[in-house]
């Protein structure tokens, strides 16, 4: 009986802790550090880009998902994800790329709506995604650039 609440209490702890970090992340600022473009076709480049994440809190923070799209004006040029969870150091920074390929057909709409409208306003929306036991939860992240 003893074992049982010792191992209930564990597991308990564990599972705040797991919460703890996760909701962590909320506090976290978000930069792009670099774009690399790659892997050039007729149709589409694939673009790597480095994202930094400086971690203010006194706990690991665990980011289960990471979601952004590149808009251009109102038209949507790509969209990127994370595919692995990445957990971030008490009071350090973490570095992590992400893959996307860019279809020159959508950048052209893009250029052709830019020249249309006169401006070329552009925005990067982004959702952190963290587990919990009632399913996933996302909140908006800004990234600003370093």
Same mark, same amino acid.
């Given at each position: 009986?003893?074992?049982? @609440?010792?191992? +209930?209490?564990?597991?308990?702890?564990?599972?705040?802790?797991?919460?703890?970090?996760?909701?962590?992340?909320?506090?976290?600022?978000?930069?792009?550090?670099? /774009?690399?473009?790659?892997? +050039?076709?007729?149709?589409?480049?694939? &673009?790597?880009?480095?994202?930094? &994440? !400086? $971690?203010? $809190?006194?706990?690991?923070?665990?980011? !289960?998902? +990471?979601? *952004?799209?590149?808009?251009?004006?109102?038209? !949507?040029? +790509?969209?990127?994800?994370?595919?692995?969870?990445?957990?971030? #150091?008490?009071?350090?920074?973490?570095?992590?790329?992400?893959? @996307?390929?860019?279809?020159?057909?959508?950048?052209?709409? %893009?250029?052709?709506?830019?020249?249309?409208?006169?401006?070329?306003? *552009?925005?990067?929306? %982004?959702?952190?995604?963290? $587990?919990?036991?009632?399913? #996933?939860?996302?909140? #908006? /992240?800004?990234?600003?650039?370093?």
């Amino acid at each position: 009986m003893i074992k049982s @609440i010792y191992l +209930f209490m564990i597991c308990l702890f564990l599972s705040c802790t797991a919460v703890q970090q996760r909701v962590a992340i909320k506090e976290c600022k978000f930069f792009l550090v670099s /774009v690399r473009p790659y892997n +050039f076709t007729f149709s589409s480049v694939k &673009v790597d880009f480095d994202i930094k &994440v !400086d $971690n203010p $809190n006194s706990i690991d923070a665990l980011l !289960d998902k +990471f979601v *952004y799209t590149f808009y251009v004006n109102s038209m !949507d040029v +790509f969209s990127g994800t994370t595919g692995n969870a990445i957990s971030i #150091p008490a009071k350090q920074s973490k570095q992590f790329a992400t893959t @996307i390929t860019l279809e020159y057909n959508k950048i052209g709409q %893009a250029l052709v709506e830019a020249m249309q409208l006169k401006t070329a306003a *552009y925005r990067v929306e %982004a959702r952190a995604y963290i $587990n919990t036991i009632l399913g #996933p939860v996302s909140y #908006p /992240v800004e990234i600003e650039l370093e």
